[in-house]
Structures are given as C-alpha cells and as structure tokens.
C-alpha cells in the first residue's frame, strides 16, 4: 500500500483535522473552495455523512481515487459516491466529490495530466 493509499484512510479512519492540509481543496454538491482543517471537520461532522471505503484507485504518487458508500442522516440507505484524494505527504489536501467512480477516475486523470504538464 502507498502513502498516499495511507493516508486516506487514516483519514476515513479518523475524520481528523490534524490529516488535514491547510489549506484543503474541497468539491461536492453543494459547492467548491478551500477550507481550514477545522472548517473541513466542522462542515463533514455537521453533514453527518458516513463513509465506508470500497475500494482505492491510485492514479500517481499523490492522487488517489476512493470508491465510497455514504450514508447521510436523512436517508438511511447507502449510495455510491467516489472521492479523488491529492495527498501532501501524510496529509489529505484535497478531497473532491463525485457521483461515481468513472467521473471521478476521469477527472483524476486529467488533473495529474494537467499537473505533469505545468510549466515553472
């Protein structure tokens, strides 16, 4: 297992601010930005989302795809979600929702496509 794969799921494990970049790099539904480690929990734990990882797709040393079910408080069945994870060292620096995992495996491909091609 990489570090990046790691590191994800300490964060799964934990939901801990302190595997936390600050800032972090969020997507979801509702909107985008960038969030302090301490706003990142505050806005997970107020959702009451639960994340059970199903499986980890790495896609380069940093990037990381996890295929999800979440479960949210005003529905008591799972559905299937994927994240695309950036990993900075041993912390989670971004974490961007999609509906399912091939959004989310196309998405994490052009952006390491994209990064791979950034010019100094």
């Known amino acids: 297992m990489s570090s990046a794969e790691r590191a994800v799921l300490d964060w799964h494990e934990s939901l ?44 380069s040393e940093r990037v990381v795809v996890a295929s999800q079910e979440a479960r949210w408080p005003s529905s008591p069945s799972w559905t299937r979600v994927a994240t695309v994870f950036r990993v900075s060292g041993p912390l989670v620096s971004a974490a961007l929702r999609f509906p399912d995992l091939p959004s ?15 010019q100094a």
């Not at 800032?23 to 480690?37: E, Q």
């Not at 989310?104 to 950034?118: P, Q």
């Open 16 to 59: 801990s601010p302190a595997l936390v970049a600050d800032p972090i790099v969020v997507n979801g539904p509702r909107g985008a930005g960038t969030l302090t480690p301490a706003a990142f929990a505050e806005w997970v734990s107020r959702s009451g989302i639960s994340l059970r990882v199903l499986s980890l797709h790495p896609v």
């Open 104 to 118: 989310a495996m196309s998405f994490a491909g052009l952006y390491v496509a994209l990064a791979a091609t950034e």
